[in-house]
T-cell receptor
Framework: GAVVSQHPSWVICKSGTSVKIECRSLDFQATTMFWYRQFPKQSLMLMATSNEGSKATYEQGVEKDKFLINHASLTLSTLTVTSAHPEDSSFYIC?????????????FGQGTRLTVV | AQKITQTQPGMFVQEKEAVTLDCTYDTSDPSYGLFWYKQPSSGEMIFLIYQGSYDQQNATEGRYSLNFQKARKSANLVISASQLGDSAMYFCAMSAGGTSYGKLTFGQGTILTVHP
């Protein structure tokens, strides 16, 4: 398999502040990573595709100015929730695929529970 | 566009019995991948099984098997000999042909509870 590490696992922040979430591929290079959002007991919804060295591709309805994605290296993508509000409280999780023929799956990070107070 | 439908919000099964979790899908792409993931209360996503649209045989991984019926556009997960540790949320997901396995459309999920 492969390992994707996400940090932090949980974070509490004050309304109006920004929070950065990191997603790292530990044992492979990921030119593309994906960010998902999940509300309690609901499905995972794709927010954006993070592309190394270029701009992220956002899904319809996702505010690109609010959810800043940076993929500056082949092993790290970051999601910054800017000017967070209580409605941004959610579970955020990243994934990547290795591009290897033997891996027919994506590998997910552990996820980050964000609470905005 | 792809769509995944899981119509069972919750399922209950007795320990050691088998259980089937339903999943139907819709896509106009002839090439696609179907996945099942398990999500325990910790939130991590655990990959269970994969089925490619061109695979002739149903996928199996230990106690997990995928009942792939292409004409009916269904990809049900069968868990044999349920264990208490199988209690979790289960998601069916799809990737479109030619795209990364990481770009997935998920179903609504099914909460499985295994009773002793």
């Amino acid at each position: 398999g492969a390992v994707v590490s996400q940090h932090p696992s949980w974070v509490i922040c004050k309304s109006g502040t920004s929070v950065k979430i990191e997603c790292r591929s530990l044992d492979f290079q990921a030119t593309t990573m994906f960010w998902y959002r999940q509300f309690p007991k609901q499905s995972l919804m794709l927010m954006a595709t993070s592309n190394e060295g270029s701009k992220a591709t956002y899904e319809q309805g996702v505010e690109k100015d609010k959810f800043l994605i940076n993929h500056a290296s082949l092993t790290l993508s970051t999601l910054t929730v800017t000017s967070a509000h209580p409605e941004d409280s959610s579970f955020y999780i990243c994934s990547a695929d290795t591009g290897r023929d033997r891996d027919t799956e994506a590998f997910f990070g552990q996820g980050t529970r964000l609470t905005v107070v | 566009a792809q769509k995944i439908t899981q119509t069972q919000p919750g399922m209950f099964v007795q320990e050691k019995e088998a259980v089937t979790l339903d999943c139907t899908y819709d896509t106009s792409d002839p090439s696609y991948g179907l996945f099942w993931y398990k999500q325990p209360s910790s939130g991590e996503m655990i990959f269970l099984i994969y089925q490619g649209s061109y695979d002739q045989q149903n996928a199996t991984e230990g106690r997990y098997s995928l009942n792939f019926q292409k004409a009916r556009k269904s990809a049900n997960l069968v868990i044999s000999a349920s264990q208490l540790g199988d209690s979790a949320m289960y998601f069916c997901a799809m990737s479109a042909g030619g795209t990364s396995y990481g770009k997935l459309t998920f179903g609504q999920g099914t909460i499985l509870t295994v009773h002793p």
